[in-house]
């Protein structure tokens, strides 16, 4: 099984109980916001790079904590496992409209779901296993989620 390296951004809705998910082009799983490095590129460097690519959103100095390096089967590639470096952003960036997400580069869809419990995963919509089994249950474990 091949390794992939990636960084994820947890955004919690501000007043209800969901988190931001995307789904890129050609596929059927949401997942969290993020990609993989650039060659010499840090974990927290890639995501902010990320979230500006995919959302166009500037995530500000001071706001991102780490939540952990989670791994899963990857939601996208056969035989793949992901592995991910996932931050949460605290608070929303500034320029976020939570009820029009701006999606861009390779992002089909981006949308807040309900974390508790998550939506049952349907031949035509899933869950990428990385935020279904391992973040979601992080941030509960935490104390992160609004409940």
Known sequence: MNDIRVSALV??????????????EGTTSFMLPG???????????TIIREISE???????????SPLGTFAADAANEADHRVIGDVFCY???PAELNVDGINHLAEIAEAAWFPYDPMPADTA???FAPLTRLQVVPALNE??????
């Open 142 to 147: 935490r104390g992160l989620l609004r409940q």
């Open 54 to 64: 995919e959302l166009g959103l500037t995530l500000e100095d001071g706001r991102l």
């Open 11 to 24: 955004l919690l809705h501000p007043h209800e109980p969901q988190i931001l998910m995307v789904r890129k």
């Open 124 to 126: 035509e919509r899933q």
């Open 35 to 45: 990609g993989k490095p650039e060659i010499g590129e840090s974990a927290e460097a």
């Open 90 to 92: 605290e608070g929303l």
